[in-house]
């Protein structure tokens, strides 16, 4: 069992930045692929960006490809979404959430056993 705390999360005016951390404990957080999605209100989770257990392999939502950037240091089992050229429709509380699984099973939310309590983010417009 790996347990997940995220931080980093706040208000911000568009076009600021803000780094999301998860960090991990518990089981090596090394043998799990790591992914974030967010959930803003009356919407369902989505899906943001994913990244596999050795970091090798990297997997973003449409609609942040070019602006966040997912990363882990897995010797400080800790993990990081960079988020640039934030809008106001990234307004959402984001979660991180850890898997077993690889590839594209990574897309879907069924595919993490392992979850945050999450950490709102607010993009002022």
């Known amino acids: 069992q790996v347990q997940l705390v995220e931080s980093g999360g706040g208000l911000v005016q568009a076009g600021g930045s803000l780094r999301l951390s998860c960090a991990a404990s518990g089981r090596t957080f090394s043998s799990y692929a790591m992914g974030w999605f967010r959930q803003a209100p009356g919407k369902e989770r989505e899906f943001v960006a994913a990244i596999s257990w050795s970091g090798g392999r990297t997997y973003y939502t449409d609609s942040v490809k070019g602006r966040f950037t997912i990363s882990r240091d897995n010797a400080k089992n800790t993990g990081y979404l960079q988020m640039n050229s934030l809008k106001p429709e990234d307004t959402a509380v984001y979660y991180c959430?850890?898997?077993?699984?690889?590839?594209?099973?990574?897309?879907?939310?069924?595919?993490?056993?392992?979850w945050g309590q999450g950490t709102q983010v607010t993009v002022s417009s």
């Open positions: 959430a850890a898997s077993t699984l690889y590839g594209s099973n990574l897309y879907g939310a069924p595919a993490y056993g392992y």
